[in-house]
């Protein structure tokens, strides 16, 4: 096979591949849109022969979608914030002090992503009670997304830090800069495209939180757009298309971010916060 056959063999492939990963989403555009008969008609059709473009402003106001919005940006723009702070420093710490125990260090710390938010939430929730944090539910749910996160953000931000060259450092120090101006004048603006990376992908995580969220803030003028969703859920559920308006709204915004800055992220992927 010549390298173009195969070129356009790949290119096939992956349009496939593309098709039928992106299904699932299309699917809950285009429910969106059904009437309630039309939603459970055999065979199914694949684009609404009335749509209803009013769902989404009924929704948005039937289930005071504007306030659910906000308390998922309070509390993602909040773990996002705690872990930059705490996660960058830790992260060049890591970068510039290494050894082999430091590195063994991390990988079992990292390990600890495997286990399941719903393992985790009994611990939390009663250590929390304990301090008193359950009085600040958004406090607490922000601590825990931050306890949950910070070890992906370390070593991605750690392995950016290691890709800038230890002797601008040095030679800034020369220059007569202190460590800490070194630090912030050299090493950060060098960094500063993996630590966005890292930054967006915890920001997205943390906007689609639902465990910790569900189980620990009851109040629901604070509970966050995940929990509003699962207030669709019931025994005999059938509004298919308002949950799918419901859905849409929540995810589009994430999606708009994500393709507006994806130039940005594969760079600061690509510049070294996978190395």
Not at 87 to 107: E, K, P, Q, T
Not at 133 to 142: E, F, K, S, T
Not at 143 to 162: D, E, G, N, Q, Y
């Amino acid at each position: 096979m010549s390298q173009t056959n195969r070129e356009r063999l790949m290119l096939v492939v992956a349009l496939i591949l593309a098709a039928i990963y992106l299904f699932p989403l299309y699917w809950m555009y285009i429910t969106t849109l059904k009437s309630g008969s039309e939603m459970f008609a055999t065979p199914p059709t694949f684009w609404p022969s009335d749509p209803q473009w009013g769902i989404y402003g009924a929704v948005w106001e039937s289930r005071n979608m504007g306030r659910y919005i906000w308390n998922s940006l309070v509390i993602a723009s909040g773990a996002v914030v705690v872990i930059s702070v705490l996660g960058v420093g830790c992260a060049y710490v890591l970068a510039r002090y290494r050894n082999g125990w430091v590195d063994i260090g991390l990988f079992l710390i990292l390990m600890l992503q495997v286990l399941p938010a719903s393992l985790m939430i009994t611990p939390i929730f009663v250590g929390f009670s304990q301090v008193g944090l359950l009085n600040y539910p958004r406090a607490a749910v922000i601590l825990a997304i931050a306890a949950k996160s910070m070890p992906f953000f370390v070593v991605l931000v750690r392995a950016t830090f290691m890709s800038v060259p230890q002797e601008l450092e040095e030679a800034a120090l020369v220059d007569g800069n202190s460590r800490v101006g070194a630090f912030f004048n050299i090493v950060l603006p060098l960094a500063r495209n993996g630590i966005l990376v890292a930054a967006i992908l915890i920001f997205m995580q943390a906007f689609g939180e639902f465990v910790y969220s569900k189980s620990i803030i009851q109040a629901v003028e604070l509970q966050p757009a995940s929990v509003g969703l699962n207030s669709f859920m019931g025994p005999n559920t059938n509004e298919w298309n308002n949950i799918m308006a419901y859905a849409t709204m929540y995810v589009t915004p994430i999606l708009a971010i994500f393709v507006l800055l994806q130039r940005r992220i594969v760079s600061g992927l690509t510049s070294g916060a996978l190395k």
